[in-house]
Every structure is written in C-alpha cells, then in structure tokens.
C-alpha cells in the first residue's frame, strides 16, 4: 500500500482545510487508515482514525467536532476535514494505515505511510 497525503497549506485562524490521502493498491479490510501530526520539536501524535472495512471512527478527543474523518472506499481514499483551525494545528500531517493490534494512537501500529503535507495556520 502506498499513500499520497495532500490539501496541505497555509490557512489564517479560524479557516478551514481539507485533507486528501490516497492509496494505490486494495487496503485490506481489517485495516485501520488514520492520520498523525507533528509539530516542531514534537511528537508525532494521533489526530483520527477510520476502520476501512467498517464504520467505526477514532477519536483521541481534543479534536472531536472540529475534525472529521472520513473515506471513499471508491477512490481508495482518507480525507480530514479540519474547521475552525488554530496555530496551535500548524504540523506536518501524515497518513497512516495498518492492521491494529494494541491502540490506533501508537505510530508502530502501522505499517504504511504517506509523506506528510504541511499545515500552517497563522493568527
């Protein structure tokens, strides 16, 4: 499975974007496809997550509301709608997919990456 993220840019407060990650080749259908951040000198952390096969949807919960995930198993693709975004948001976004057997917030969880799309959000 290789991933493509894009919609990445430069937003002011308070706007919105949305986020494109894109598979080439089938996703198998226990897999989990979710998305991470990283900010400077930060971690990479777990923004959401979305089962393929199903519909259950995973939220860390500071984010719920102002984030929604969501797939087009058609289009093979993940997308992140992000609204009323802060520069606390700013952060390289990345894709992720894989086969979940402890929690879906761990990065080793996952197997597939794509290459991360920059967010700026300025105030």
């Known amino acids: 499975v290789q991933l493509q993220a894009s919609g990445g840019g430069l937003v002011q407060a308070g706007g919105s974007l949305r986020l494109s990650c894109a598979a080439s080749?089938?996703?198998?259908?226990?897999?989990?496809m979710a998305w991470f951040r990283q900010a400077p000198g930060k971690e990479r952390e777990f923004v959401e997550g979305?089962?393929?096969?199903?519909?259950?949807?995973y939220y860390p919960g500071s984010e719920k509301g102002r984030f929604i995930i969501s797939k087009d198993k058609v289009k093979n693709t993940v997308y992140l709608q992000m609204n009323n975004l802060n520069p606390e948001d700013t952060a390289v976004y990345y894709c992720?997919?894989?086969?979940?057997?402890?929690?879906?917030?761990?990065?080793?969880?996952?197997?597939?990456w794509g290459q991360g799309t920059q967010v700026t959000v300025s105030s």
């Open positions: 992720a997919a894989g086969d979940i057997h402890g929690t879906v917030v761990r990065t080793t969880e996952y197997a597939y």
């Open positions: 080749g089938p996703i198998p259908r226990n897999y989990v």
């Open positions: 979305i089962s393929w096969s199903g519909g259950t949807t």
